[in-house]
């Protein structure tokens, strides 16, 4: 966190748009840490008791009040930045929003909360990755289950080519990949920059119970090639586990 003598640039970066002081670093501080009296006393106090203008200040990584309100999982301070004019779509230096960062966190009233109040569920970061692709790295189901429930859509592509899906299977968190593609209707046969499915994935890092999903119950493309030519058995870890792979495969011929 920023300390009270460092300047903070606001969006820009120009000379004319730098705030210095302690309004301005505090209420940073106040929105992560939870103190809801400060912001509001922050509120009253800047221009002339017009304070709407500060709930949308940036620090130096352009982040607002309510992105560090979302990083501290405080959905109360972050209800009243949004009922006050914070702006629940602003994106920092690296294209986060506070609903990308909320579902990192995995907070489900901070999402409920910001998609109330209009934010994009299915808005892209710097590198392509969407709420759900977080929700599938760090496998929180039940924010997940809130985006999908707020029509949020799994077959968005990040730089890399892979969908949440791809993610979730690598990790082998079954329960998502079952989520994502049961009620998101994620595509299971989409293949990244490199060719690989979601089952390439899961064979190539062992992960057993997701490559058994996505071929029994999603019909995953056992024969699908990636860019080096291999199908996704022909990447599995080891040969035992294609072996186990095989053997739990009751409706599909993979000899």
């Excluded at 004319?16 to 209420?27: E, F, K, L, Q, Y």
């Excluded at 979601?198 to 990636?226: K, S």
Aim: overall charge negative.
């Amino acid at each position: 966190m920023m300390t009270s003598s460092n300047p903070i640039r606001a969006p820009g970066g120009t000379k004319d748009s730098m705030i210095t002081g302690p309004v301005a670093a505090s209420i940073f501080d106040a929105a992560f840490n939870g103190d809801l009296p400060t912001v509001q006393a922050l509120f009253n106090e800047s221009n002339g008791g017009k304070g709407s203008s500060i709930l949308n200040k940036r620090d130096e990584d352009d982040r607002t009040p309510l992105h560090w309100a979302c990083s501290g999982s405080r959905p109360e301070v972050a209800e009243w930045l949004l009922k006050h004019g914070a702006d629940a779509n602003a994106a920092d230096d690296s294209g986060w929003t506070p609903l990308i960062i909320a579902a990192s966190v995995g907070s489900v009233p901070l999402v409920n909360l910001l998609v109330a109040h209009g934010a994009d569920v299915n808005r892209q970061n710097e590198t392509g990755q969407t709420a759900l692709h977080y929700c599938a790295s760090k496998n929180r189901i039940e924010v997940a289950a809130a985006l999908l429930d707020a029509n949020a859509t799994p077959n968005v592509a990040d730089q890399q080519g892979q969908l949440p899906i791809h993610r979730a299977a690598s990790l082998g968190h079954l329960k998502l990949v079952q989520l994502l593609h049961a009620v998101g209707k994620s595509r299971v046969n989409t293949g990244d920059k490199r060719g690989n499915t979601p089952l390439h994935l899961a064979c190539e890092d062992c992960q057993g119970p997701v490559a058994v999903y996505l071929i029994e119950t999603g019909r995953a493309d056992v024969d699908r090639l990636n860019k080096d030519g291999k199908a996704a058995l022909d990447v599995c870890g080891d040969k035992s586990f294609r072996a186990w792979v095989v053997r739990h495969v009751e409706s599909v011929d993979l000899e």
